[in-house]
């Protein structure tokens, strides 16, 4: 997905998967929170989280260069 990027298993009633970042100072970012259904993670949750952790990693370089 990418680095920094940590998965969470939840085992339930479902089994449950949590993508977040912590390697930002601000803030810890859930990136996507999904209900497994079958063995495999489906590629479009996989998909989601690598494109929202692409459209994070953007802003935290926007929000640097802007001196925040």
Do not use: P
């Not at 089994?15 to 479009?44: G, I, N, P, W």
């Not at 998909?47 to 692409?54: A, C, M, Q, S």
């Amino acid at each position: 997905m990418g680095t920094g990027v940590i998965e969470i298993r939840v085992h339930a009633d479902q089994e449950y998967r949590v993508f977040y970042v912590a390697k930002f100072e601000d803030a810890v970012y859930v990136l996507h929170v999904f209900a497994k259904k079958t063995r495999k993670a489906s590629s479009l949750d996989v998909e989601l989280g690598k494109k929202r952790y692409r459209e994070l990693l953007e802003r935290q370089k926007d929000a640097s260069d802007q001196g925040q």
